[in-house]
Each structure stands twice: as structure tokens, then as C-alpha cells.
């Protein structure tokens, strides 16, 4: 089987990904086709109590993820041996099958999959579906990439995430909570951040400026000229570059670089939703596991940031306007 990466949903780009393959030994992509390639890939019969019950959601979403693994867009990849496991880092990735001329998602699945005595696999229906809902948006993305930026609500919405998530990681971290001005800035920051480096939106700059202040509530026209300026100055490619340019907001920050932050991501967001930190596909799997409040991928006890967004009961269905 040939198959190549492909990472125009810029997971390429991704400096956690990048430090995630430069701190494992060998190549952690190559073990990943590695595994593709010698690993038991799984069928519905392997799993059949969790993909029945699953086939008889009348939930939409639902139902195009199971559709994708039917027809092959999306392969469960089952490897026994925990030392070859990939599946904590990256829980799925996408490859461009030359053989198909088609995008598959492959699933890491060993973390995931219960054996019982007699041999028989089995995977909790919850962390299965949100798995295949994450592949699927995953693969789409590589050809609907446009669908995405295009869209003004999942814009709003994920950037709203994004802030949420980072500004709760940096409260829990450093107890800025109480500086109402630094966490203004550091949010505009966020904002603008993701907007530019991990959604890549189209909009003109001065709609991107609009985007990234609807929150204020203690910054004033002197200090937003200020923010802006160091934000244009500093230009952060990288969420490390990120990270640095919120430092000097609070003495409390001092120590924040990008390990103590992805080490207080990891904690408190769990291993599997590490890369969600700068990659859109992967925070929107978080976003959808932590919507589900499913067990085992994400911490339950932060499914309240995603639960009190505006507008996220309306996520599944612009999702399927994107995969369509």
C-alpha cells in the first residue's frame, strides 16, 4: 500500500506536532504508516455491539461517520503492542492513498479497544463515534478546506473556543483571572492569533481587528493601539512566539513558554487533544469530544467552556455543511 502525508490543513505547520516528532524516538509519522501498513485494520463484525448502536443514531453527523468508515474513508487501525503505540499523540491522521486516489483517515485505535478473556474486542459506542466524527472532519478538510474558511459562524465560533480554552489554561497556570486588563489583552491577542496562524481566515484586516475585540471590557483605545502594535511588531508565527508575546503582560507569566503551557493543556485537556493547541482539525475534534462530555479522550470537567459558548448546539449542523 502507498500512501503519503498530506498537511494542507496545516498540521504541518503545527509546532506542537513538529515538537511532538522531534521528542519521540525514530520517526513518529513512519511508525505511523508502519502501523497502517502491519497492524489488523477493523471491521464492523470486530466492533459490531458499538457500530450497531451507532447505526441506529438518527443523529446526522452520526451518520456520515459511519458512512465514511463504510466505504473506507476512514480505517480503525488495532495494534496490541503498547510500545508501538501512537495513539495518545495522535489519535488519527490523514494520508493521501495513491493507490485509492483518495484521502483515508486511519485511526489509531489501541487505547481505545477492550479485549475480553475469549479474545473478543469491543469499543465504547461515545469514544468511537467522536473518533470517526473527528476523522471525518479530518479528511474533509483536505479538499473542503474553503468550506470552512468560508463560513462566518464556525469562524466566530471556533475562535471564541480558542480564547476560551487558552485563557483557562494561563487562569489555572498563573491566577490572572483578577487583572482585568491583562486577560482583555492577552484574549486579543488569542484572537487574532488563531484567526491569522490556525484558521487562516480570508477577512480584511479590518474585520480581523473587529473579530478580536468583541470581548473587550476593560481595554481603552490607548492601550488597544498599544496591544495592536506589539502584536504587528512581534508578528507570532508559532504558538511559542504566541506565548512569549502574552508574557510580559503579568510578572505572574514570567515562566510561561510553550512546555509549561503544554504541559498544563495536557493536564487539564488530556494527552489526546494535545495538538488541538494550534490545529484547527484537532480543536474541533476537542470541541466535539468536550460537547459530547465523552470519557476517556477528554476531561469531562471541561465540557463546561464548550457547553457555554453561544451558539454551539448549532456546531453538528454547520459541520455537515462543510463535509457536504
Same mark, same amino acid.
Given at each position: 500500500?502507498?500512501? !503519503?502525508?498530506?498537511?494542507?490543513?496545516?498540521?504541518?505547520?503545527?509546532?506542537?506536532?513538529?515538537?511532538?516528532?522531534?521528542? $519521540?524516538?525514530?520517526?513518529?509519522?513512519?511508525?505511523?504508516?508502519?502501523?497502517? !501498513?502491519?497492524?489488523?485494520?477493523?471491521?464492523?463484525?470486530?466492533?459490531?455491539?458499538?457500530?450497531?448502536?451507532?447505526?441506529?443514531?438518527?443523529?446526522?453527523?452520526?451518520?456520515?461517520?459511519?458512512?465514511?468508515?463504510?466505504?473506507?474513508?476512514?480505517?480503525?487501525?488495532?495494534?496490541?503492542?503498547?510500545?508501538?503505540?501512537?495513539? !495518545?499523540?495522535?489519535?488519527?491522521?490523514?494520508?493521501?492513498?495513491?493507490?485509492?486516489?483518495?484521502?483515508?483517515?486511519?485511526?489509531?485505535?489501541?487505547?481505545?479497544?477492550?479485549?475480553?478473556?475469549?479474545?473478543?474486542?469491543?469499543?465504547?459506542?461515545?469514544?468511537?463515534?467522536?473518533?470517526?466524527?473527528?476523522?471525518?472532519?479530518?479528511?474533509?478538510?483536505?479538499? $473542503?478546506?474553503?468550506?470552512?474558511?468560508?463560513?462566518?459562524?464556525?469562524?466566530?465560533?471556533?475562535?471564541?473556543?480558542?480564547?476560551?480554552?487558552?485563557?483557562?489554561?494561563?487562569?489555572?497556570?498563573?491566577?490572572?483571572?483578577?487583572?482585568?486588563?491583562?486577560?482583555?489583552?492577552?484574549?486579543?491577542?488569542?484572537?487574532?492569533?488563531?484567526?491569522?496562524?490556525?484558521?487562516?481566515?480570508?477577512?480584511?484586516?479590518?474585520?480581523?481587528?473587529?473579530?478580536?475585540?468583541?470581548?473587550?471590557?476593560?481595554?481603552?483605545?490607548?492601550?488597544?493601539?498599544?496591544?495592536?502594535?506589539?502584536?504587528?511588531?512581534?508578528?507570532?508565527?508559532?504558538?511559542?512566539?504566541?506565548?512569549?508575546?502574552?508574557?510580559?503582560?503579568?510578572?505572574?507569566?514570567?515562566?510561561? &513558554?510553550?512546555?509549561?503551557?503544554?504541559?498544563?493543556?495536557?493536564?487539564?485537556?488530556?494527552?489526546?487533544?494535545?495538538?488541538?493547541? &494550534? $490545529?484547527?482539525?484537532?480543536?474541533?475534534?476537542?470541541?466535539?469530544?468536550?460537547?459530547?462530555?465523552?470519557?476517556?479522550?477528554?476531561?469531562?470537567?471541561?465540557?463546561?467552556?464548550?457547553?457555554?459558548?453561544?451558539?454551539?448546539?448549532?456546531?453538528?449542523?454547520?459541520?455537515?455543511?462543510?463535509?457536504?
Amino acid at each position: 500500500m502507498s500512501i !503519503q502525508g498530506f498537511n494542507e490543513s496545516v498540521l504541518s505547520d503545527s509546532e506542537i506536532f513538529q515538537t511532538l516528532s522531534s521528542s $519521540n524516538e525514530g520517526n513518529p509519522i513512519a511508525s505511523a504508516i508502519k502501523l497502517i !501498513q502491519t497492524s489488523k485494520h477493523l471491521t464492523n463484525e470486530d466492533i459490531e455491539a458499538s457500530y450497531l448502536t451507532l447505526r441506529a443514531s438518527q443523529d446526522r453527523l452520526d451518520n456520515a461517520a459511519l458512512k465514511a468508515f463504510d466505504s473506507g474513508d476512514i480505517v480503525l487501525v488495532y495494534n496490541d503492542v503498547p510500545s508501538l503505540s501512537v495513539t !495518545q499523540a495522535f489519535p488519527f491522521l490523514v494520508f493521501k492513498s495513491q493507490s485509492k486516489n483518495k484521502f483515508i483517515s486511519y485511526v489509531f485505535m489501541d487505547k481505545y479497544v477492550r479485549r475480553s478473556r475469549e479474545g473478543a474486542l469491543s469499543v465504547p459506542t461515545p469514544i468511537l463515534r467522536d473518533l470517526l466524527i473527528g476523522a471525518l472532519i479530518a479528511n474533509k478538510l483536505k479538499t $473542503n478546506y474553503n468550506k470552512l474558511v468560508g463560513s462566518q459562524f464556525m469562524q466566530n465560533l471556533m475562535m471564541n473556543i480558542y480564547r476560551r480554552c487558552v485563557s483557562r489554561i494561563l487562569m489555572r497556570l498563573f491566577s490572572i483571572g483578577i487583572e482585568k486588563v491583562t486577560v482583555d489583552a492577552s484574549e486579543y491577542y488569542m484572537n487574532k492569533f488563531f484567526l491569522l496562524r490556525i484558521f487562516g481566515s480570508t477577512e480584511p484586516p479590518e474585520n480581523i481587528e473587529v473579530a478580536a475585540t468583541k470581548h473587550f471590557r476593560y481595554v481603552d483605545e490607548i492601550k488597544l493601539a498599544e496591544l495592536r502594535k506589539a502584536y504587528d511588531t512581534a508578528n507570532p508565527e508559532k504558538i511559542s512566539d504566541l506565548l512569549a508575546l502574552i508574557k510580559p503582560l503579568s510578572d505572574k507569566m514570567r515562566i510561561l &513558554d510553550l512546555g509549561t503551557f503544554s504541559d498544563g493543556w495536557m493536564k487539564y485537556f488530556y494527552i489526546p487533544l494535545l495538538l488541538a493547541i &494550534d $490545529n484547527i482539525e484537532y480543536l474541533i475534534f476537542m470541541t466535539i469530544t468536550l460537547f459530547h462530555s465523552t470519557p476517556g479522550i477528554s476531561n469531562v470537567a471541561a465540557s463546561e467552556l464548550i457547553r457555554e459558548v453561544k451558539s454551539i448546539l448549532k456546531i453538528k449542523e454547520e459541520l455537515l455543511k462543510i463535509i457536504e
